[in-house]
């Protein structure tokens, strides 16, 4: 079973939709989480991080974590084509100083 | 927002030469800095992780005297791949963290290294 895992997609969305984006985590110690995008040929910028249960919203976007269920969620509201990308779901475990990233779903809104 | 610059943006090199890659952290101080490699369609894996003043530490698998990692200073982290080969070919990403800082937020812009 891999630490992080997400589907790959694409997950297609038309613009002006809501976009969920999910990731499930193998580790239950898990303490930190963390949503990034990554633009094709782009490194990751981070958008989001969760630390506590429940959900967390910014902007557009919605961070939702259930550890119970070892899940962690992103919405996106009123997609847009910018928000056209991989996702990327990355998790901190307990006592570990690096992050495991899961392998991304792509995302395509169209317009 | 804080900025880390990478460099250089592309690279490519023939077979059996060694080539570096800076990472710099440009207002703040890195006490650790992360490198990555991701292959085509797949997801970043951590190479290793660096202490300023300290030796790496390198994940399973990566080996330490074909990636050497030198942070010399709370500012610059580098990277040499040595003798590299085609298989070596993919995107080298680097990040920096402050102290006290949860996650590693702050990514360079990476490196797209081809080797021929």
């Known amino acids: 079973q891999k630490e992080v895992e997400q589907n790959s997609g694409p997950l297609s969305v038309p613009e002006g939709a809501i976009a969920s984006l999910n990731c499930t985590y193998s580790?239950?110690?898990?303490?930190?989480f963390f949503w990034y995008r990554q633009y094709s040929g782009k490194s990751p910028e981070l958008i989001m991080s969760?630390?506590?249960?429940g959900d967390k919203e910014d902007g557009r976007f919605t961070a939702q974590l259930n550890k119970a269920s070892q899940y962690v969620s992103l919405l996106i509201r009123d997609s847009q084509p910018s928000d056209s990308a991989t996702y990327l779901c990355?998790?901190?475990?307990?006592?570990?100083?690096?992050?495991?990233f899961g392998t991304g779903t792509r995302l395509l809104v169209s317009p | 927002g804080a900025v880390v610059s990478q460099h250089p943006s592309w690279v490519i090199c023939k077979s059996g030469t060694s080539v570096k890659i800076e990472c710099r952290s440009l207002?703040?101080?890195?006490?650790?800095m992360f490198w990555y490699r991701q292959f085509p369609k797949q997801s970043l894996m951590l190479m290793a992780t660096?202490?300023?003043?300290?030796?790496?530490?390198?994940e399973q698998g990566v080996e330490k005297d074909k990636f050497l990692i030198n942070h010399a200073s709370l500012t610059l982290s580098t990277l040499t791949v040595t003798s590299a080969h085609p298989e070596d070919s993919s995107f080298y990403i680097c990040?920096?963290?402050?102290?006290?800082?949860?996650?590693?937020?702050?990514f360079g812009q990476g490196t797209r290294l081809t080797v021929v």
């Open positions: 990040s920096a963290r402050e102290r006290h800082q949860n996650t590693e937020a702050f």
């Open positions: 580790d239950r110690g898990s303490q930190s």
């Open positions: 969760i630390y506590s249960n």
């Open positions: 990355a998790v901190r475990g307990t006592g570990f100083q690096k992050l495991v």
């Open positions: 207002d703040f101080q890195a006490t650790t």
């Open positions: 660096s202490n300023e003043g300290s030796k790496a530490t390198y």
